[in-house]
C-alpha cells in the first residue's frame, strides 16, 4: 500500500475542518428577540397603562383602550425632568 503525500492529508483535514466550522456558524442565530420579562408595568388611576424599559430607560404609555401610544419619555437621571421622545 502506497503511502499518501502528507500534503493531501493536510488538506483533507483543513477542508473538514472548514467544513464543520462552517456548519457551526450556520447554526447559530443572532438573538434579537425580545426580553419581555424585564418590562415594568406601571398603572394610572386614569386608565393609562405604562411599559417602562429598564435597559433603555423608556417608558412608553398608551391609553384606556390600549390603541395608541399616548406618550414615550426616557429616563435620563433620577430626579431630572424625563426627556421628552414623543407627545
Not at 434579537?32 to 435597559?55: C, M, R
Request: with cysteine.
Amino acid at each position: 500500500m502506497k503511502k499518501k503525500p502528507i500534503y493531501l492529508v493536510t488538506t483533507m483535514v483543513l477542508l473538514l475542518l472548514m467544513l464543520f466550522a462552517s456548519h457551526a456558524l450556520s447554526q447559530q442565530k443572532p438573538k434579537q428577540e425580545n426580553d419581555w420579562a424585564k418590562l415594568k408595568v406601571i398603572t394610572y388611576a386614569s386608565g393609562l397603562t405604562g411599559f417602562f424599559d429598564p435597559q433603555t430607560g423608556i417608558v412608553y404609555v398608551y391609553d384606556a383602550n390600549w390603541d395608541k401610544c399616548v406618550f414615550i419619555r426616557q429616563l435620563t437621571a433620577l430626579g431630572e425632568p424625563m426627556k421628552r421622545l414623543k407627545n
